[in-house]
């Protein structure tokens, strides 16, 4: 349902220096628009694939494009469709491969959602800054209250916290580094395809699929190392479209980030249970707060009301996470 962010995708993909042997768009729209752009282009190495609602969702319709996967590919790469490439975006996901053989994923670097600045190695942040590996950028007014109350991260950018809650792989500076992760970014990853013999992306995500690739990226983590080469980079302009509304939004945030929370840690401790919930109660009043601070008063609203029915469903009917393929 996106075909002009999908024409601006498949522009830079046109441009690449090392363009894929395959492109498999698996399209869930329920009109022809997508149909119509594709029909009028000439795109080498392009599969189309429209799909009906029984493959309709972001998690089916991967799982339905990884089955259309030539024998003969080494890595498969996703995109999300509001996404830009730089020109040596797969060159540099595929040298990475080539750097580190024991790889089994590779996530590339969105180039256009902070402003980092380099600063000395031994530089002091402030509270309301974040600082990792010699850059520091102005730090979310969220983090700024949790590390207030000593309830932020305390693992490096990428990694999921005993308490989950982490910093997720955009708190990684554009150093031109590799860095080991624990999570990729599901529109702008890549995975050997023998990953696919023993994972799929699990179908608990419906629809929109709010965290689907942080419960696959955690599940394929224990059995083998990932990494972000921050020299493999795009930019994601968050076409909102064909999103879910707010307050499914704010349910999702909740449940699905306790469904991942238990695929990394299944049983976690006393304290780590408080610190997980504690959050969870925290970000819920930010939104509410959000009602009277907001030009989008009825969104924050809403997402608010989502987040807390999705917490206290957690009581009576909590996600069952599975370990397995």
């Not at 259309?68 to 830009?84: H, N, P, S």
């Not at 408080?274 to 009825?298: E, G, M, P, Q």
């Amino acid at each position: 349902m996106r075909a002009q962010p999908l024409a601006n995708l498949l522009e830079s993909i046109g441009l690449q220096s090392s363009y894929p042997h395959e492109i498999i768009i698996v399209d869930g729209s329920t009109n022809v628009e997508t149909a119509n752009l594709l029909a009028s282009k000439t795109i080498p190495n392009l599969q189309y694939f429209l799909v009906d609602s029984s493959q309709r969702g972001l998690t089916k319709q991967r799982n339905f494009g990884i089955s259309k996967v030539a024998d003969d590919i080494d890595v498969i790469c996703f995109l999300d469709d509001d996404t830009y490439l730089a020109t040596d975006y797969f060159f540099q996901l595929i040298q990475t491969y080539t750097e580190y053989p024991e790889a089994l994923g590779v996530g590339g670097f969105i180039s256009n959602e902070s402003h980092w600045e380099a600063v000395s190695p031994h530089y002091h942040p402030t509270i309301h800054e974040f600082y990792f590996d010699g850059y520091k950028k102005q730090d979310g007014s969220r983090f700024v209250l949790r590390k207030r109350l000593g309830l932020d991260a305390n693992v490096p950018p990428g990694f999921l916290p005993r308490f989950s809650h982490g910093r997720s792989v955009a708190f990684l500076p554009p150093s031109g580094k590799i860095y080991a992760v624990d999570q990729l970014m599901g529109g702008v990853a890549s995975y050997k395809k023998s990953v696919f013999d023993r994972f799929q992306f699990s179908t608990y995500f419906q629809g929109y699929g709010l965290y689907e690739d942080a419960d696959f990226s955690l599940r394929v983590s224990k059995t083998g190392p990932l990494f972000i080469n921050t020299r493999a980079q795009l930019a994601h302009y968050h076409e909102y479209s064909g999103r879910p509304n707010a307050y499914v939004y704010g349910k999702m945030v909740v449940r699905n980030g306790w469904f991942v929370w238990r695929v990394k840690w299944p049983n976690p401790r006393w304290n780590d249970r408080l610190k997980w919930n504690s959050i969870c109660f925290l970000l819920t009043l930010i939104r509410f707060s959000n009602t009277f601070t907001t030009a989008h008063k009825k969104e924050a609203w809403l997402e608010a009301w989502g987040r807390t029915i999705g917490w206290w469903s957690l009581l009576f009917n909590s996600p069952k996470p599975s370990n397995s393929k």
